[in-house]
């Protein structure tokens, strides 16, 4: 069988095959700041995500203000607790978990979607919601550089969005879709921390994987 003129060596493939199966999302940090120069990179390699129509839908707020890090907690464990009731008798297992590091991380990041409206209709007009799927890539690259950089991120998603912009004072076109906890870790978990802790477990590929048409299902 032939290969691609295009293929990476073996070693980098290597590389970019570990950085993927190693990615995990974090919630336990150890205060120790980032060089800019790394920071520099991860942000960069986010910014070279894909988009939908080239229109890098994508913004980033770095949260520097301290006393605005502790308002965005604050609305964070809001919506634990409104998540926690709704969760009904999986309330207490979900409130044992833990589900961010907002207070620890070295660099807190909000990761936003702005909606360029009609002027933005390339590979939009019957799926709008690419330019979501265009940030969350931005936000797969941040965190495949980040773990290459052997530091740990977190994609916080308990928050009420009209809150968070109206902390942020976000412009009526522009609305928050994560926020995002990146710091040092003391090690990365071997397993998705959900799995390890008997919330849910990951199902294989060939669960997810159909050919032609969509399976039917056994009644």
């Known amino acids: 069988m032939s290969h691609s003129s295009h293929r990476y060596d073996e070693a980098d493939r290597a590389a970019i095959y570990r950085v ?23 942000l960069e390699s986010a910014h070279a995500a894909p988009s939908v129509g080239l229109s890098q839908p994508w913004r980033f707020l770095r949260i520097t ?16 607790a409104r998540t926690a009731d709704a969760l009904g008798e999986r309330r207490d297992e979900f409130l044992r978990l833990k589900v961010e590091g907002i207070l620890d991380c070295a660099e807190l990041l909000v990761g936003a979607l702005v909606d360029g409206g009609a002027n933005e209709i390339f590979g939009r007009r019957t799926l709008p919601d690419m ?14 550089a980040a773990r290459a950089e052997g530091l740990g991120l977190g994609w916080v998603s308990m928050f009420e969005p009209r809150a968070l912009a109206t902390l942020l004072r976000f412009p009526p076109n522009a609305r928050p879709i994560a926020v995002l906890c990146l710091g040092h870790v003391q090690a990365f978990d071997p397993a998705p921390r959900l799995a390890l802790e008997r919330w849910r477990q990951p199902r294989p590929l060939t669960d997810m994987l159909y050919e032609n048409r969509w399976p039917e299902v056994a009644e």
């Open 20 to 42: 993927i199966r190693e990615r995990r999302d974090v919630r336990s940090f150890v205060r120790s700041p980032i060089e800019p120069e790394t920071l520099g990179r991860i």
């Open 131 to 144: 330019d979501f799927a265009s940030v969350a890539c931005a936000i797969e690259n941040l965190w495949l």
């Open 65 to 80: 203000d301290p006393h605005m890090r502790v308002a965005i907690h604050a609305l964070v464990q809001q919506e634990r």
